[in-house]
């Protein structure tokens, strides 16, 4: 089984990225300089992050849920 923790840091991590990206996107704009070359890195990013949340949400139906079956609060009968 694989270990999704690392998956949600890397999920984590790219999402700062792009959050960073989209700042400096806005910052190329209100200079008046294209923004082409970084709106294609931002694409990349996206497309990047759609396969880690896909493998994550993946990696997620795949484990056994504990709390299967179990009735919330209790049976006292």
Known sequence: MA???PVRAEIDRTRKLVDR???DILTLQLSGI???D???VLA???ARLDDLIGERNRLTATRPNP???????GRRW
């Open 34 to 36: 294209s923004t082409a």
């Open 21 to 23: 990206q989209r700042r």
């Open 38 to 40: 970084a709106e294609c």
């Open 3 to 5: 270990d999704i923790a």
């Open 44 to 46: 990349r990013q996206l």
């Open 67 to 73: 709390m299967q079956g179990k009735v919330l609060g």
